[in-house]
Nanobody
Framework: QVQLVESGGGLVQPGGSLRLSCVAS????????MGWYRQAPGKERELVAG??????TAYGDSVKGRFTISRASQNTVYLRMNSLKPEDTAVYYC????????????WGQGTQVTVSS
């Protein structure tokens, strides 16, 4: 089993910034892909940003140029969010695709991001 723990959410004013962190822990695993998804009330979960094992990145159209995903280490991923807008308000979930003994897809518990004045 692999556990994903997110942190860094909160309340921020429009135009502000936040950094989310996701740390993966467990035994016998290799991270192939880590990503951030978000889900706003009444909407489907959507991909925000992802990063592969070779550090190739991908972003949702609505966050390109404002959000940056990066790896701090083999097991830690950051999502830097700048120029936040009210429509960025959602629960943000960390996601990981894992190979090895714990092969599978894992999700974190989610962290709330609220953009409001």
């Amino acid at each position: 089993q692999v556990q994903l723990v997110e942190s860094g959410g909160g309340l921020v004013q429009p135009g502000g910034s936040l950094r989310l962190s996701c740390v993966a822990s467990g035994r016998g695993f290799r991270l192939n892909f880590m990503g951030w998804y978000r889900q706003a009330p009444g909407k489907e979960r959507e991909l925000v940003a992802g990063i592969s094992g070779s550090s190739t990145t991908a972003y949702g159209d609505s966050v390109k140029g404002r959000f940056t995903i990066s790896r701090a280490s083999q097991n830690t991923v950051y999502l830097r969010m700048n120029s936040l807008k009210p429509e960025d308000t959602a629960v943000y979930y960390c996601n990981a695709e894992v190979s090895g003994l714990s092969r599978g897809v894992y999700w974190g518990q989610g962290t709330q991001v609220t953009v409001s004045s």
